[in-house]
């Protein structure tokens, strides 16, 4: 048996398969309509939606199996998300991939497999919507696109997942799916005994930027606004834009002050804009931050209304923390070491 090879782009996979908050969530009828129809349009006894998350397969709808997930080290479907192409197990025993595989040898008995990749809308692949018989058979030209398109229809189906905690327009979580994400993230940092930061980011100066400019460029601010917090923040980092110019972050760990460095490179990497660019006005932004101990009784509503406060009075105060960052680098790690934590 041949163990599945990891992905190229695994971490940002797997982090984009957790985002969608799907993985072990009930039955949905956009889905099993799906599987239902491979099943009958192929005459297969099972037909799966199935998305490969970091040590499994977890089967988001089925048609004939009994179990919601399998390992991946033994999945069939863990060697199809290798490809965007669809790929076609014809006889499983005689496949040097599959033949002692304990899915193929064991009750199971899988003899035929195609699987189609399914993806988000950045182009990720999350899994398969795959046909499975204990029979083997032969799979013609035409039954490949057909796969294709009900595959299509699947990330379709992801993607309006995704849609519905995204922000269309920079990309980043959107309020509900970051609130789904960060209360997670707390139980788990709970559970592990981990130390976060949760801060408040709001740019200033935006209605100024609509009115003088246009919304156009408005959004365009959004957009970079949100472009540099992605090159800043760790790809780990919960980031949201949670309201019309107000954005968040959820950052894990043990080290304050390394978040404290983080803002002073996020500080930075704003004024260096405003110095190069020729756009007629400069990006600033107020902030809030909370340390949150793993021991405190605290809910996420009430560490954001604190962070908020505290980002508040940081833009009543009216201090541009922009060109004082850019001038003198250790600044925001004393504000934020003296007042926010």
Not at 157 to 173: F, M, N, P, Q, S
Not at 238 to 254: H, I, K, N
Not at 267 to 275: G, H, I, S
Not at 278 to 294: E, M, N, Q, R, T
Request: aromatic share 8%.
């Amino acid at each position: 048996m041949k163990t599945p090879e990891i992905t190229e782009n695994e971490a940002q996979r797997i982090k984009a398969l957790h985002s969608l908050n799907i993985l072990d969530t009930g039955p949905e009828e956009r889905f099993d309509r799906l599987t239902r129809l491979a099943q009958h349009m192929f005459n297969v006894p099972i037909a799966v939606v199935s998305l490969v998350d970091e040590d499994r397969q977890w089967f988001k709808s089925s048609c004939g199996l009994s179990v919601d997930e399998t390992p991946r080290n033994i999945s069939f479907c863990g060697h199809a998300i290798l490809s965007d192409e669809p790929m076609i197990i014809h006889d499983a025993t005689k496949d040097e991939r599959f033949f002692d595989n304990p899915l193929v040898t064991g009750d199971l008995g899988i003899r035929f497999y195609a699987g189609a990749p399914i993806h988000d809308a950045s182009g990720k692949i999350m899994g398969t919507l795959c046909l499975i018989d204990t029979q083997t058979r032969e799979f013609s030209s035409s039954d490949v696109i057909a796969l294709k398109d009900l595959a299509e229809l699947a990330s379709r189906e992801l993607i309006a997942v995704e849609l519905a905690t995204r922000d269309y327009l920079t990309g980043l979580l959107n309020r509900r799916g970051f609130m789904a994400q960060a209360r997670q993230q707390l139980l788990d940092a709970v559970e592990n005994d981990e130390h976060s930061v949760y801060i408040s980011l709001d740019m200033n100066n935006f209605k100024a930027i609509n009115d003088d400019f246009g919304h156009a460029e408005g959004d365009d601010s959004l957009k970079y606004f949100a472009d540099v917090m992605q090159k800043i923040f760790r790809g780990t980092d919960l980031m949201a834009r949670v309201g019309g110019d107000e954005f968040a972050v959820l950052l894990s760990s043990d080290q304050i002050v390394d978040n404290s460095l983080l803002l002073n490179r996020f500080q930075k990497a704003v004024a260096r804009d405003n110095e190069e660019s020729d756009k007629g006005y400069d990006l600033s932004f107020s902030y809030g931050a909370v340390a949150i101990d793993p021991r405190d009784k605290v809910s996420l509503d009430d560490i954001i209304r604190e962070a908020d406060a505290f980002m508040y009075r940081d833009k009543k105060s009216a201090v541009d923390r922009v060109r004082n960052a850019y001038s003198h680098p250790d600044t925001i790690a004393e504000v934020q070491q003296h007042s926010y934590l």
